[in-house]
RNA sequence: GCGUGAUUGGUGAAGUGGUUAACACGGCGGAUUGUGGUUCCGUUAUGCAAGGGUUCGAUCCCCUUAUCGCGCC
């Protein structure tokens, strides 16, 4: 079946839903944070920690299997779920920002897809939107993505315009090829920080009739906080209330409240991880990184936080594992930073059915500190 | 004892009679938003063993001393 999503409450002073989403794959609670697995795999990751630390839907990528191991591979072996052993939901990524992202160069965008170079070995490669689904029906995850463009943020009017409307095409042409009845397929709203282009992008979106919406084009290099925060509340008033809104790529702890505040639901980020793995910790009280040596002998753990690491060890050692380059570290740190991320939407979630939101992100704010 | 070669940051080291002494590692700090698992950026020797001399000017040339290495009695 496909994905429902049932809005349970909306927060009294702001945009903010509570709701739930059903999946074949479990029942989830939104706002919720996915962490990011792009190789069939959270980094470091095994699936009894992510249950541990109450995450519910991961998000894997097109892109990078599509390459390695192929998609007939996971195919063969199954479905993704099997072959990484997760049976909670997956949402894969349709290979669209990839083509941003890592092949910043040598692109060639046409109507008809992207011919671009394999990151890895050069091979000359060709996606379009059509081969995008069909991957990631082969992958058999719980969400598939649109392939969409994701222009930079320095892209000026006409540019983003066009784009906009090849991304219409493609999510045309995207839905049209989309065979798996048991998987359900979102839309991406894109346009920058206008309002007029996030509007129309949104509305045109809709009226193909997605199981979801994606908010992309956000937090591109360059783009400011402003602007992204434009772009999610130029798009989310259009987005129809009974799917579910996920915002792409957003992470940062202040840009995952202000994005619920604008009626977000789903996020994804690779920041606990990444971070994780260059000494960064998330903590109530900003951000803090562990190779500082300050924390040589701190005996303490992180902060007061339920996670197995913050439980266990101390800031000297997890000092230790990072200076000396132990892959513990790293691990211990992303078990941390995303069990920060999705406590921090749980109290999110228990803030909307308090009304208290606002209250909520001033408090947050006034610990955290702006960065 | 005589002869000879060396001595440059925490480490390995480049270098030149003329403004700020390469580079690498290490140290210290920063970045990171639909992944970069080993990434990127900044910073780190007011000084070239010590003292004296030549010179407009010496880390570089000369002398003495110290330390280390090599060869010979």
């Known amino acids: 079946m496909k994905i429902k999503y049932e809005l349970l409450k909306n927060e009294k002073n702001t945009q903010a839903r509570y709701g739930i989403l059903k999946t074949n794959h479990g029942e989830f609670e939104t706002p919720m944070f996915m962490p990011v697995g792009t190789l069939a795999n959270v980094k470091t990751l095994t699936r009894e920690e992510l249950k541990a630390m109450n995450s519910a ?23 993704l779920h099997k072959f990484m052993n997760y049976d909670g939901p997956i949402l894969t990524d349709s290979g669209g920002f990839q083509v941003f992202s890592l092949v910043k160069n ?12 394999n990151h890895l070995n050069g091979d000359k490669l060709f996606l379009t939107p059509e081969l995008s689904i069909k991957v990631q029906n082969d992958l058999d995850s719980d969400i598939a993505m649109s392939f969409d463009e994701c222009p930079p943020a320095s892209a000026d009017y006409e540019y983003l315009k066009t784009s906009v409307d090849r991304t219409l095409r493609w999510a045309k042409r995207g839905k049209k090829a989309h065979k798996n009845e048991q998987q359900s397929l979102f839309g991406i709203v894109q346009g920058g920080p206008l309002e007029d282009l996030r509007k129309y992008s949104a509305i045109e979106t809709v009226k193909l009739d997605f199981d979801g919406y994606g908010i992309g084009g956000v937090a591109n290099d360059g783009e400011s ?12 008033p259009y987005l129809p209330i009974d799917k579910p809104r996920y915002l792409m790529g957003v992470g ?11 009626g977000v639901d789903m996020f994804d980020c690779v920041l606990p991880t990444r971070l994780a793995r260059h000494g960064n910790a998330f903590t109530r009280h900003g ?17 007061n936080c339920d996670c197995y690491t913050c439980k266990n060890y101390t800031k000297a050692y997890i000092r230790h594992l990072l200076v000396c380059n132990e892959s513990l570290g790293g691990r211990l740190l992303s078990i941390h930073n995303i ?25 947050f704010l006034s610990k955290y500190g702006q960065n």
């Open 57 to 79: 839907v991961i998000l894997s990528n097109t892109y990078h299997l599509w390459l390695r191991p192929g998609s007939e591979i996971v195919k063969k072996a199954g479905g």
């Open 106 to 117: 040598k692109k060639d965008i046409t109507e008809e897809g992207v011919h671009f170079k």
């Open 225 to 236: 906080k402003d602007d992204m925060y434009k772009a999610i509340e130029y798009s989310t």
């Open 252 to 262: 940062d702890p202040i840009d995952i409240i202000e994005g619920v505040i604008r």
């Open 287 to 303: 951000k803090i990184n562990l190779k500082n040596a300050k924390y040589k002998e701190d005996f303490e753990p992180i902060e």
């Open 339 to 363: 069990r920060f991320l999705i406590k921090l939407t749980e109290d999110l979630r228990e803030a909307i059915k308090n009304d208290n939101l606002l209250e909520f992100k001033e408090d």
